[in-house]
């Protein structure tokens, strides 16, 4: 379980583990998390705790061209995507281990 901060526009998120208050950056967010605005990610059910899943969107030569975050709260299992953001750079290959 985790709580997520998120700034779709800067394109960039952050988990915190509900239980140690470990952190991560998730994909390269953390190179754009001085510039970005976030907030915390929230159900409409009020619960801010959720199960995380990343996805890639990939180009023809298997690089990565979008991140999506999708979130699955806890409390009522309401799923939903809340960040995505495009990549437009390479390579790529560094992002699937940074989820």
Same mark, same amino acid.
């Given at each position: 379980?985790?709580?997520? =901060?998120?700034?779709?526009?800067?394109?960039?998120?952050?988990?915190?583990?509900?239980?140690?208050?470990? /952190?991560?950056? +998730?994909?390269?967010?953390?190179?754009?998390?001085?510039?970005?605005?976030?907030?915390?990610? %929230?159900?409409?059910?009020?619960?801010?705790?959720?199960? &995380?899943?990343?996805?890639?969107?990939?180009?023809?030569? %298997?690089? #990565? /061209?979008? #991140? &999506? =975050?999708? =979130? /699955?709260? /806890?409390?009522? %299992?309401?799923?939903?995507?809340?960040?995505?953001?495009? +990549?437009?750079?390479?390579? &790529?290959?560094?992002?699937?281990?940074?989820?």
């Amino acid at each position: 379980m985790f709580s997520v =901060l998120v700034d779709d526009v800067e394109g960039a998120a952050e988990r915190v583990c509900a239980r140690c208050r470990g /952190r991560a950056f +998730i994909a390269d967010s953390e190179e754009y998390w001085e510039d970005a605005d976030p907030g915390e990610a %929230g159900c409409p059910c009020g619960s801010e705790e959720f199960e &995380t899943a990343v996805a890639f969107s990939l180009a023809d030569d %298997g690089s #990565v /061209r979008w #991140v &999506t =975050l999708g =979130l /699955r709260c /806890r409390q009522d %299992g309401a799923v939903g995507v809340y960040a995505d953001w495009k +990549i437009d750079y390479g390579p &790529t290959d560094h992002l699937f281990g940074m989820v």
